[in-house]
C-alpha cells in the first residue's frame, strides 16, 4: 500500500516538473523572437556614435598645419595626432594641453586698472633755454689787449676767461676815492666805490686798489656762467664803447623743446602736461619734461601752435637743434582698464580678445576699445579686472576657436550668432 503511494507521487512531481520545463522553453522561445537581434552593422553604428568626431589630424610640435587624414608625421620622426571635436565646446570653450602652450610659447597678460590720460605724437626740435643765458658787456669803454681763443659753439665754464681790456674811464674815479682819507668821511667814500662799480670794476679788484693805493685800469672779462658761446665779438686791438655786447653764452643744463602742435589737436593740452623726446639719433638718451605752456600765435604756413617744453639736460648731451619724436601725455585724473595691444586681435568686423580661464581653458571675447597709451589699450566693455588674456599666440587661438565653432561673448556677454 505504501509503495503504491510512493510511487504515485514520485510519477506525480515528473509530471509537474516535466510541465513546468516545457512552459519556461516556450516562454523564452516567444521572448526569444520579440526582442530585436542586434546586426553587426548596428554594432558598429552605435560605436561610432559614442566616439567622438575627428576634426582633423597635426603634429603638435606644428599645431598650425592640419592634415585630413592619419599618418606619418612630415615634419617630425612620429605619426600625427588626431584632434577630436569637444562636447559642448560652445559653453567650455578651446581646451589647450599645458605642454602645447608651453611649446607655442604663448604669453598672458593681466588686465589691469591704470590711469587714463590721451596721448599725442608730434615733431619737435631743441632750442636753447633763453632763461639760462647770460649776455657779457662793457659798462665803461676799453681797449682790448688781449683775447682768449674761442669762437662761437666752444663750451666754457664759469670763470672762463674771455678778453683782458684796458679801461681809461676807471683812473679818474679811482684817484678821487684814493685821495680820500681812509677813517674820514664813510659816506663819499661809499659813494666812490659805487662810481667805480657802475663803471663796471670787480668788487674784489676795488679792495684791492683801496689796499695797495695804487690804481688800476686793466681787468680780465670772465664767463658768468657754464655753457656754449652762442656770439663772441672780442679781437686784439679793438675799441669798445660802453655797453657793447663781448659775448652771448647759454647753458646746456636745461633745453626748451619746440613742439608744432596742430591746431585742431590743441584742445585738452595744459601745462603741466608729461612730454617725452625721443631724438632723431637713437644712441641720444630719452628725455622726460613738463609742458611750459602754449606760444599764443598759430604759424599761418603749417596751421600749428607751438608747445614749449622744458627739459632737463643731463651731463648736457643733446644739442639745440636735434629734432625728433615728442609723445605729449595730458591726464584726466580717471583710470580704467587696459592690455597690450599686441593681445588685441581686429577682424575688420569686431575686436576680440582671448579669455585665459582655469584649467587651459581659453575663450574668445568681444571687446569695445578706447584710445592707445603707448602700448597699452583703453578697454571699455567686455573684460574685469585682474582677467588674464592672451597676448602672444592669440591669433592661433582664434582660428581653432573658429574652427570648432565656438562663438566669442559680445561685450554684453551674449554669445554671438
Do not use: C
Not at 662810481?195 to 690804481?215: D, F
Not at 639745440?320 to 586681435?345: A, D, K, N, W
Amino acid at each position: 500500500m505504501n509503495n503504491n503511494l510512493s510511487v504515485r507521487l514520485l510519477a506525480a512531481v515528473g509530471l509537474s516538473t516535466l510541465v513546468l520545463g516545457i512552459a519556461i522553453g516556450i516562454g523564452w522561445q516567444h521572448l526569444h523572437k520579440s526582442l530585436p537581434i542586434p546586426s553587426p552593422q548596428k554594432d558598429a553604428a552605435d560605436k561610432a556614435k559614442q566616439e567622438p568626431k575627428v576634426l582633423y589630424w597635426y603634429d603638435p610640435m606644428v599645431p598650425d598645419r592640419h592634415f585630413d587624414k592619419p599618418g606619418p608625421s612630415p615634419f617630425m620622426d612620429m605619426d600625427l595626432v588626431p584632434k577630436y571635436a569637444a562636447p559642448s565646446t560652445q559653453e567650455s570653450g578651446l581646451t589647450i594641453d599645458a605642454a602645447l602652450v608651453r611649446n607655442l610659447g604663448m604669453r598672458k597678460a593681466r588686465v589691469q586698472r591704470l590711469p587714463i590720460h590721451s596721448e599725442l605724437e608730434v615733431a619737435g626740435q631743441l632750442q636753447f633755454n633763453q632763461r639760462n643765458q647770460a649776455i657779457v658787456q662793457l659798462r665803461a669803454a676799453g681797449f682790448v689787449e688781449k683775447a682768449w681763443p674761442l669762437a662761437v659753439g666752444d663750451k666754457v665754464s664759469a670763470g672762463q676767461p674771455l678778453a683782458e681790456f684796458q679801461i681809461p674811464e676807471w683812473l679818474d674815479a679811482q684817484n678821487e676815492l684814493l685821495s680820500q682819507p681812509i677813517d674820514q668821511n664813510p659816506h663819499l667814500l661809499a659813494t666812490l666805490r659805487a662810481r667805480l662799480q657802475l663803471l663796471g670794476m670787480p668788487n674784489a679788484l676795488i679792495a684791492r686798489v683801496e689796499k695797495t693805493r695804487q690804481p688800476e685800469t686793466r681787468v680780465t672779462i670772465t664767463s658768468p656762467i657754464s655753457g656754449v658761446v652762442d656770439m663772441l665779438d672780442v679781437k686784439v686791438g679793438m675799441a669798445l664803447t660802453g655797453g657793447a655786447t663781448l659775448a652771448k653764452i647759454n647753458n646746456l643744463d636745461s633745453l626748451w623743446l619746440d613742439a608744432a602742435i596742430p591746431e585742431a589737436r590743441a584742445t585738452g593740452l595744459r601745462a603741466g602736461d608729461k612730454a617725452i623726446f625721443n631724438s632723431a639719433n637713437p644712441g641720444d638718451p630719452v628725455l622726460i619734461g613738463t609742458l611750459e605752456y602754449l606760444l599764443p600765435s598759430i604759424n599761418v604756413g603749417s596751421r600749428t601752435l607751438t608747445a614749449r617744453i622744458l627739459l632737463d639736460n643731463p651731463e648736457g648731451r643733446l644739442k639745440p637743434g636735434t629734432s625728433g619724436r615728442v609723445i605729449l601725455q595730458s591726464s584726466t585724473g580717471e583710470t580704467g582698464l587696459f592690455v597690450p595691444t599686441e593681445s588685441v586681435i581686429r577682424t575688420g568686423k569686431r575686436v576680440l580678445v582671448m579669455l585665459a580661464e582655469a584649467g587651459g581653458k581659453f575663450r574668445p571675447v568681444e571687446i569695445i576699445t578706447g584710445h592707445e597709451v603707448g602700448n597699452q589699450t583703453l578697454i571699455s566693455e567686455g573684460l574685469e579686472e585682474d582677467q588674464e588674456v592672451v597676448a602672444s599666440g592669440q591669433f592661433l587661438l582664434d582660428s581653432e576657436a573658429s574652427f570648432l565653432g565656438i562663438a566669442p561673448k559680445t561685450a554684453g556677454g551674449h554669445d554671438n550668432d
